[in-house]
């Protein structure tokens, strides 16, 4: 099958998804990423390679962390970037998706980041550019729907490997709402594209796809049995303002059961990492004391994430 | 091509080298060829500020059009650019765009009190206004574009100089 993600000679042309994504492709974006890291510790925090390039944050959904980091990412490498308020700009006066592409062509775009609610709408731009003959033109999925967000999963492969070396060997837990989570879906791909022997993912049944086993996963809905001798912890946020109907209990029941404390980390390995994507709710699903202690790599995830990114968008620009 | 013997060469460059070093000479060898000469002439010269290492993928002029295709490498400089007379080192001196590249990045860490260039072997073909101040070996024969000389080091640590025809 075709990968709409890579053009002819089997390179990156759109980063979309991390579903199908070969392994060699993850790896050559965390090894170029190792050295962008250095760049933030120089009296010059820039480097020339997208001098003259223009990059449209297309954000149709909030997001501080994740647009702010492609934008410091964009800058660092001398890019031109844009930033679109989609919830002033045409897209509010009725402006289809594509019509909005089609003007930002006409601007001279040389990259579109994306976050979109609808899953999917990143394969659309893509498949409408190719369908123009703008293979030119670069598409970056920055969170779309509860489908993906594949810089996020990148970010969370390259903290694991900076903190545990090698895939191969681990046991890596994601706890929380899976159900919701386009993060969950990223990071399942890449650890087992990474060749990660054991992931499990914990949850109430009511937050858990129904059919996640086939993603090649191990179910544990009792989370002190799941957190057992885990290398990794990955937390998600309990994303409530994607959830319809009663799949939950109060805040503060979720906590009292799903909640990572200090109590329920002592399961893990002495040296696991606790990981989050952000934004996080204290106190729902992670007590502050974790959030804040010696094994949390929460803000490291967070500078990594500039250098991953950096990454994918030179090596995209530069197909 | 007479065979060049890159032991001797870099004895040689060692020894120009010598009297031009003060207690603020930093070297700097670009990857990957010029950073194991420049660990070579870094210990035999017993420099005292410690070795720099420059990769010039993100610096290169054609990655518009190649795009980054040799796996990019850290660039480490762990002494304090500012002020500092900065020797790069490279193996093999041609058009000159590493050189521009890696001055530009070196540039982007501070503003140097003077920089030099020290190549173990100028091969001709240059494409910029840039010389070697040091060199242990001018070919004085022309190699076609598609001949590249470059360094190699054996296991022992031995450096060789080998001609590849692309």
Known sequence: MLNPQLNKHGELQHLLTLDGLPRDIINAILDTAAPFTEVAEREVKKLPLLRGKSIFNLFFENSTRTRTTFEIAAKRLSADVVNLNVSTSSTAKGESLLDTVDNLCAMQADMFVVRHAASGAPFLIAQHLRANGRNDIHVVNAGDGRHAHPTQGLLDMYTIRHYKQDFTGLTVAIVGDVLHSRVARSQICALTTLGVPEVRVIGPKTLLPTDIEKMGVRVFHDMREGLRGVDVVMMLRLQNERMNGALLPTPQEFYKVWGLTAEKLALAKPDAIVMHPGPMNRGVEIDSAVADGAQAVILPQVTFGIAVRMAVMSMLAGQ | ?166
């Open chain 2, 1 to 166: 091509m007479p065979s060049l013997d890159a032991e001797t060469l870099c004895r040689q460059l060692a020894e120009q080298l010598r009297p031009q070093i003060t207690p603020t000479t930093a070297l700097a060898g670009i990857r990957t060829g010029g950073l194991w000469l420049a660990e070579r002439l870094h210990a035999m010269l017993g420099i005292s500020l410690p070795l720099g290492a420059i990769d010039v993928s993100f610096y290169r002029d054609d990655y518009g059009a190649r795009g980054l295709h040799t796996k990019p490498q850290r660039t480490e400089i762990p002494f304090s650019v500012e002020g500092a007379h900065v020797i790069i080192i490279d193996d093999v001196l041609y058009t000159g765009r590493t050189t521009r590249a890696a001055l530009n990045e070196l540039f982007d860490f501070g503003r140097p009190a003077c920089v030099e260039l020290a190549v173990l072997v100028d091969r001709g073909g240059r494409e910029l206004p840039i010389a070697a101040r040091y060199c242990a070996h001018t070919l004085v024969e022309t190699l076609a574009p598609s001949q590249n000389l470059q360094l190699e080091r054996a296991d022992d640590g031995t450096l060789n100089l080998r001609m590849i025809d692309a």
